[in-house]
């Protein structure tokens, strides 16, 4: 297949990217993982639920995704890109088996995943991704559990909190790890630039902190969970105050009973394809880890590659749709050769924004102290923060290293999981900066495939644009 | 535990050989929630796990699926007649 524009991911950023690009005239092939656009920020109820009452930013959504299709934009559900080769070739996997899918312009819009922190327990049936619970409540209205603690860091978790309350759900405490945020009242006016014009996140928010405060839900500001309790399943969390680097203050530790945990310290970008693309990244922890250098149209290092939304650097969904705008407009005038009539948004406002939630919910070194010797890292191929040492010991000093060594990171999640916590063992005991670190090489597939669509496809047709050139 | 009763019949799955109702819409994983059930999966070490990322990513929840090994619980809806097992199929 051949498309003009393609876009990956429809979410927000890519939703808007679509949309944009094709209002201004562009053929845009749009693909999606799911089985329907929305990403999970606007995660939509199943189809089979029919017409039910919409939650959280489901309404919302739901009219992006009807002016992209009215605007005459080819989608791709359910359809997993698995490779990106040299002249943006992308290889996918869809209902209707293998295909590939040829863009002049390309613009990346896939996400990220939520930032996980290994400590004793991190593995244990109850404990799961904030994000989790809120893709069952969103999609299925199924909740998690019946006493749920919800920890971790940013907006989230709030959100979240609230909504399993309005659900019916007992929660047990709301932890949210910023030691910033606990001190924020005492500068009120450090934070009001950023906060202006931002009255429907402040609504949320407020919305949500009533609701918990209504149901009598503690809400513990600059703590954090320092154990998960068995034995088979969660039963209770060991829960501690953290000091400004995010270390467990000794003494404040206090166990709450619990069946399910649904935590989250931020998110990682999602940025496997735009690697195998070649496009540069740079380290911005605050961002959420290694995120693509880009220009203000949003072109990456790569001639006609765009690369947008929480992807691309995590600040949210406002400015993920703005990026969208730019770069939709942007890659239509490349590929139709003339201007777009079309203003560029600024996204000055939503920057703003961007740098004041990366000030107030960036973890410190704390959250990477957690783990235990028999603590395990890699979920996957179970191998533990003792496994990890013992091969540092031993020499190694690179995250391939401790791959091979270990094979932390070569099961079936491909390291998106371990990636981000073996590469903060690694700094810690090498005493190495995460920039130098890098992250986990990656290869096509970059998703694990059905052995018939493995046996369909000759990679050797492919062009893999080679190691040192990415 | 389900917060929304739709108006879709229930369909029927099984799980281990256990007969379990579903409603169409909800994923593996969704419906095993639903009936309180936490744990499925059986790492290599023996040890139990269940729904984790709930996005495809970490493939944790995986299951065996009317024979086919590795389908991720979180994103596969149920269907009428599916059978379930969370032991690993030998592939």
Redesign the interface.
């Known amino acids: 297949m051949r498309s003009e524009i393609v876009v990956v991911g429809a979410g927000p950023a890519g939703l808007q990217a679509a949309l944009s690009a094709a209002e201004a005239g562009a053929e845009v092939t749009l693909v999606d993982n799911y089985r329907q656009a929305g990403g999970q920020y606007y995660r939509q109820p199943a189809p089979e639920f029919g017409d039910i009452e919409p939650l959280d930013h489901q309404a919302e959504g739901r009219r992006l995704w009807q002016q992209a299709a009215q605007a005459g934009l080819k989608l791709l559900t359910e359809t997993t890109v698995w490779g990106a080769f040299e002249g943006h070739q992308l290889a996918l996997d869809g209902p209707n088996g293998p295909d590939t899918l040829q863009a002049q312009a390309l613009i990346l819009a896939t996400g990220t995943y939520e930032r996980v922190a290994a400590f004793p327990g991190w593995t244990l049936p109850g404990v799961m991704t904030t994000g989790a619970a809120q893709t069952l409540l969103k999609e299925q209205r199924i909740v998690p559990g019946e006493r749920v603690v919800v920890a971790g860091t940013g907006p989230l978790q709030l959100v979240t909190a609230a909504a399993l309350v309005r659900a019916g759900v007992r929660v047990v405490a709301v932890i949210e790890g910023s030691p910033v945020m606990r001190r924020m009242w005492r500068r009120p006016f450090r934070h009001m630039a950023a906060l202006w014009n931002q009255g429907e996140r402040l609504a949320e928010g407020l919305s949500s902190w009533l609701t918990l405060k209504r149901a009598a839900v503690p809400i513990h500001i600059g703590w954090g969970v320092t154990t998960a309790h068995g034995p088979e399943q969660l039963t209770a969390v060991t829960i501690a105050q953290l000091n400004d680097r995010w270390r467990p203050l000794p003494y404040t530790s206090r166990t709450l009973s619990c069946d399910t945990l649904c935590y989250g310290y931020g998110f990682t970008p999602a940025t496997e394809l735009a690697r195998l693309l070649g496009a540069e990244l740079h380290w911005r922890p605050e961002q959420g880890g290694f995120v693509p250098i880009r220009d203000e149209r949003m072109q990456s290092s790569v001639p006609g590659l765009f690369i947008v939304g929480d992807g691309a650097g995590v600040g949210g969904a406002g400015l993920a749709r703005l990026e969208g705008r730019v770069a939709g407009l942007s890659a239509a005038a490349q590929v139709m050769g003339k201007a777009v009539d079309a203003a560029l948004p600024s996204l000055a406002a939503e920057q703003r924004f961007q740098r004041f939630y990366g000030d107030l919910f960036t973890p410190g070194p704390g959250l990477d102290e957690l783990a235990r010797p028999d603590t395990i890292i890699c979920r996957c191929e179970e191998v533990t923060l003792a496994d990890i040492r013992a091969v540092i010991e031993q020499g190694a000093d690179t995250l391939m290293a401790v791959k091979q060594l270990t094979r932390c990171g070569m099961g079936n999640c491909q390291g998106r999981i371990c990636g981000p916590l073996a590469a903060a063992q690694l700094a810690r005991q090498t005493d190495q900066a995460p920039a130098q670190i890098g992250q986990f090489s990656v290869r096509p597939p970059i998703f694990p495939l059905p052995m018939p669509t493995a046996e369909a496809v000759d990679l050797a047709d492919l062009p893999t644009i080679p190691d040192e050139h990415r | 535990?389900?917060?929304?009763t739709?108006?879709?019949r229930p369909v029927t799955i099984t799980i281990d050989g256990e007969s379990v109702q579903a409603?169409?819409?909800?994923?593996i994983?969704?419906a095993l929630?639903?009936r309180g059930q936490?744990?499925w999966r059986k790492?290599?070490?023996g040890?139990?796990?269940?729904?984790?990322?709930?996005?495809?990513?970490?493939?944790?929840c995986?299951v065996t699926v009317n024979g086919?090994p590795?389908v991720r619980a979180?994103?596969t809806?149920v269907a009428d007649g599916m059978v379930i097992s969370s032991e690993e199929a030998d592939s």
Request: with cysteine; glycine share 14%; hydrophobic share 30%.
């Open positions: 535990m389900r917060i929304e739709t108006q879709n409603y169409p819409g909800e994923t994983a969704g929630l639903a936490r744990a790492t290599g070490q040890h139990k796990r269940g729904l984790f990322c709930g996005m495809g990513i970490c493939f944790d995986t086919c590795n979180c994103l809806p």
